[in-house]
């Protein structure tokens, strides 16, 4: 039996499928959703290598905790965005870069991070 193309799933779908663990499925996901949580992060962080690596954190914290996505009431990018803005924060609080929350609940840089 051929598998199903994943780009015919519905995303809610396709975040059942990689709960399973389904490391394609989680491929594709990474594929819709990279660009979109790159933007943020970079637009949050002004840092190329920092955006990178919040992307990486905000997909580690998908795949061990996309059981938690059933639970809650909203879509999945809306979901996804909000796992990654928390990613964002944390990040900065670690880094302990000063930041403050913009009016639409993005964290914004207080000063720009000087590139490596």
Not at 5 to 16: D, G, K, M, T, Y
Not at 21 to 36: E, F, P, S, T
Request: some cysteine; glycine content about 4%.
């Amino acid at each position: 039996m051929a598998k199903k193309n994943q780009h015919q799933i519905s995303h809610e779908n396709l975040f059942s499928i990689v709960a399973k663990k389904d490391r394609d499925a989680y491929n594709n996901l990474y594929n819709q959703y990279c660009g979109i949580l790159y933007g943020i992060a970079l637009k949050s962080v002004e840092c190329v290598e920092y955006a990178e690596e919040i992307v990486q954190l905000t997909f580690l914290k998908v795949w061990n905790g996309i059981e938690e996505f059933h639970s809650q009431n909203c879509s999945s990018l809306v979901w996804m965005v909000q796992l990654h803005i928390d990613v964002i924060t944390d990040f900065l609080d670690i880094k302990m870069i000063d930041y403050f929350t913009d009016k639409d609940g993005f964290p914004k840089l207080k000063k720009i991070i000087n590139e490596k």
